[in-house]
């Protein structure tokens, strides 16, 4: 017991990362958009842009460890008929709308795409998206509910 004594003992509590679920919906999204930033910019250089992330599986002796393994991604962006790309915001299972009835962003060529991301990005952090956000997510746990 005298060893204890030594040590200066507290009740703490743990605070949870995101207790905000509308910083937990922006922190989603920006970590989203740099992903795309990150495919467009191997895409403009000609490379494969391939993420990875630790998933946990069981080895041969039935133990599970953690392994690194590629993560899918699906590219936000498309090109149309004539040739312009444009970029679609998905979150919770839903396109985005940025205003009544416009759900996408016009970039023209694909090497304007990581500046109009940042700008993007920008606009989620300074809460210009919070709206949308939160009835994406509404929506989502309606439908999870439902079918539960």
């Given amino acids: 017991m005298s060893h204890l004594k030594a040590l200066k003992l507290t009740s703490a509590v743990p605070v949870r990362a ?3 679920p ?21 895409k403009i250089a000609g ?3 391939t993420p990875t992330h630790i998933v946990r599986r069981k080895n041969a002796e039935g133990i599970r460890i953690e392994v690194e393994a590629p993560k899918r991604v699906r590219q936000g962006w498309f090109t149309d008929a004539a040739g312009k790309v444009f970029l679609r915001l998905r979150y919770a299972g ?15 060529e694909l090497t304007a795409l990581p500046k109009i991301i940042d700008t993007l990005i920008d606009a989620v952090r300074a809460g210009e998206l919070d709206a949308q956000l939160t ?3 509404a929506e989502r746990g309606q439908l999870l509910r439902k079918n539960a």
């Fill in 135 to 137: 009835n994406a997510a």
């Fill in 47 to 49: 490379q494969v842009f």
């Fill in 94 to 108: 839903k396109t985005i709308e940025f205003a009544k009835d416009k759900d996408a962003v016009e970039v023209g």
């Fill in 18 to 20: 995101a207790a905000d």
């Fill in 22 to 42: 509308v910083q937990r919906s922006r922190e989603k999204i920006i970590a989203g958009l740099v992903e795309q930033k990150q495919m467009a910019a191997a």
